[in-house]
């Protein structure tokens, strides 16, 4: 029997009458969704210690549920010590129901056990409707075991909204749940 999404089922059910109530739009499928989700880590200080960045693999694989692909630099930049070719991050694209189940755990389990949270910034929107989040540390989920986990690092997740419009992918994410911070000044 398949495991029921209840994020999914929410922006199915809810969320695309919310929007088309919202916005005037007659069609569904005119209503934004999620393409992806991309998380990133930069590794680029970890090229020389072999065991601490396969930890950080094995860390990204448990917390998204699939193997990070690892992005070597496009080009040398002397002044950062980066050579072309050598490994500087690691990259994960969920889509479907992992992209789902992940955004699930980020909105109920992961951003209430950051410390001092008030919402996530309502700023953070680029032109075309993406969103991205930075988290300072990787321990804050809860798949992790931090007496197992080495050094905390840092790590961003963006979602690409297919709105082509921050307002709309505001609203949509707003809908899902997503808890941003009180208007700010």
Known sequence: MKKKNLLKDKYEKEVVKGMMSEFGTKNRLSVPKINKVVVNMGI????????????????????????????????SIAGFGIRQGMPVGLTVTLRGERMYSFLAKVITAVLPRLRDFRGVPRKSFDKAGNYTIGFSEHTVFPELDIAKVGKPHGLEMTIVINSGDPKKSFKMLELLGMPFSKEEI
């Open 44 to 75: 680029k200080d970890l090229h020389k210690d072999k065991q601490l960045k396969e930890q950080l693999q094995l860390d990204l694989a448990t917390i998204t549920g699939q193997k990070p692909k690892v992005q070597p630099a496009k080009k």
